[in-house]
């Protein structure tokens, strides 16, 4: 899912600039890519099935469905789930604009829930209350690589016979009491060049459902009947026909051939970004009014895609924008996730069904991510928190 990520440094600047993120391609990626290139066959075939097959054995899940993007996947599983006008679907606004704006363009109605004021993620008492008649669809958000506390949330979606869906662009590598996110239920993964994996743009559901499986395949690719690929015509069988109509998301293999490659190196990337962590909250318990995101209170493995802070003004002396503005001046670059949605232009402008958000706009006006990804040292992280420190210092009477 996209970033607000803070400009380069200025020329004068005596070190490199540190993005906020940054993939990690080796040469076995590059190497993948190339021989996709050089094979004569670069769209939708062995290599985004075996990319298929390897999140399979990842996850443990039953059905992996590779696609264009997240956000595809969760068109196509809206479409596959008849979701449209008159519908409700609960999720936060504290997440990436993406998913409200797909249930807006179906015709259905966004129906906003607090979060967590530490862990930004929403809670079931609160989707429990947003319930009605209308709603026909829940869908939370896995946080910065945490994970939701899914059993009691799974258990209110039941009662009220209503599909869960688990937005998990956060969550590649992230496990719930021991089991890996994805496993069980739906979830939709990301793919997008800041995740933990990436085939530089590219998503993958996962489900337990046969039926939801075969509809999200289909729907895919023009609502085609037949999937599979040949190589000797260079395209699908002439036999196969339209069952409904569908979507143009199905992923080329010299995209999914960079996610094979990824996935093989994922827990030693992930490995990395918790040893980031870790020195981040180390040195962060030194620093006064910027806080790290609170740590669910249930049994998980965090896949940590993001580090977040909170910067609070009235401790600091300065701003979270010009915090920003000012680590960007010392060489370092900043993400802010999320800016929350219903304090978007179209948003403030439409009625939208939200209940009371406290925690999201207080953090939505004071949230910032520090750079976190692979290829960055433990110096790096000690030089993001000494630009912090000197900022806050300039910034004190």
């Known amino acids: 899912m996209p970033i607000a990520e803070v400009g380069r440094l200025p020329e004068a600047s005596p070190q490199p600039f540190l993005p906020f993120s940054k993939p990690s391609i080796t040469a076995d990626d590059i190497a993948a890519v190339s021989a996709v290139l050089e094979s004569g066959w670069i769209t939708t075939g062995a290599r985004c099935a075996e990319l298929e097959q390897q999140f399979k054995a990842f996850t443990g899940c039953a059905h992996a469905i590779a696609l264009t993007s997240a956000t595809a996947g969760m068109h196509v599983l809206l479409h596959a789930l008849g979701i449209g006008p008159g519908d409700e679907v609960i999720t936060p606004s504290m997440t990436w604009v993406s998913t409200v704006n797909l249930i807006s363009l179906c015709g259905a109605t966004p129906v906003f829930v607090d979060v967590d004021r530490d862990t930004l993620m929403v809670t079931p008492e609160r989707v429990k209350s947003a319930l009605t008649e209308r709603t026909k669809l829940v869908i939370p958000v896995h946080f910065a690589g945490a994970t939701l506390d899914l059993e009691p ?187 929350a949605v219903h304090t978007h232009k179209y948003y403030r402008e439409r009625s939208t069904l939200r209940h009371a958000l406290p925690n999201t706009d207080w953090n939505s006006a004071h949230i910032c991510s520090l750079p976190l990804f692979p290829d960055m040292s433990t110096g790096d992280v000690d030089r993001v928190v000494e630009a912090i420190s000197a900022v806050l210092s300039a910034s004190r009477p």
């Open 153 to 339: 949330l799974r258990a209110v979606a039941r009662e009220h016979g209503v599909p869960l869906i688990e937005d998990a662009a956060h969550a590649a590598g992230a496990r719930y009491r021991g089991t890996p996110i994805g496993r069980d239920g739906t979830a939709v993964f990301s793919l997008h060049p800041i995740k933990n994996l990436t085939t530089g743009e590219g998503g993958v559901v996962c489900t337990d459902s046969e039926d939801l499986a075969a509809r999200v395949r289909m729907l895919r690719f023009h609502g085609l009947g037949a999937d599979a690929y040949q190589r000797e015509t260079q395209g699908r069988a002439p036999q196969a026909e339209v069952i409904e109509p569908g979507y143009k998301y199905n992923l080329p293999d010299m995209n999914a051939a960079l996610g094979v490659s990824q996935l093989r190196r994922l827990g030693a990337m992930n490995d990395k970004r918790a040893a980031l962590a870790r020195r981040y909250h180390e040195l962060l318990r030194l620093v006064e009014g910027v806080v790290p995101l609170g740590l669910p209170a249930h049994p998980m493995t965090h896949a940590w895609h993001l580090f977040v802070v909170r910067v609070n003004a009235e401790q600091t002396g300065v701003g979270r924008d010009d915090f920003m503005a000012r680590l960007k001046a010392r060489g370092i670059g900043t993400g802010l996730h999320f800016r």
